[in-house]
Nanobody, 129 residues
Framework: QVQLVESGGDSVESGGSLNLSCATS????????MGWFRQVPGKEREGVATIGNGFTLYGDSVRGRFTAVRDSAKNILYLRMTNLKPGDTAMYYC????????????????????????WGQGTQVTVSS
């Protein structure tokens, strides 16, 4: 069982930066791929970033502004967010899984919430204009 705990959400002004953290329950990175997702009420969960062995991929709306980084020594996944916009306001979740990709491209598969079994409780990011 993988446990994930997000932190770092806050309220910031447009153009600001935030760093989210996802603490994992041990040596997860060696055998699991990880993802960052976000969701606003009434909308589907959106893939923000995914990181695994040999790849790091981003959603179109955040590419160039967000960076996903794994710290294997601390077992923490980070999401570094810059140039934040009001449209980035959402609950942010980290997720993990280790199932083999069975269909689609790397982006299609690993940025889909369906590819993940384990989820954290989320951390709220609010960006004001």
């Amino acid at each position: 069982q993988v446990q994930l705990v997000e932190s770092g959400g806050d309220s910031v002004e447009s153009g600001g930066s935030l760093n989210l953290s996802c603490a994992t329950s041990g040596d997860v990175f060696s055998s699991y791929y990880m993802g960052w997702f976000r969701q606003v009420p009434g909308k589907e969960r959106e893939g923000v970033a995914t990181i695994g062995n040999g790849f790091t991929l981003y959603g179109d709306s955040v590419r160039g502004r967000f960076t996903a980084v794994r710290d294997s020594a601390k077992n923490i996944l980070y999401l570094r967010m810059t140039n934040l916009k009001p449209g980035d306001t959402a609950m942010y979740y980290c997720a993990a899984d280790n199932r083999a990709r069975t269909h689609g491209s790397l982006r299609t598969y690993y940025l889909s919430p369906a590819a993940y079994t384990f989820w954290g409780q989320g951390t709220q990011v609010t960006v004001s204009s």
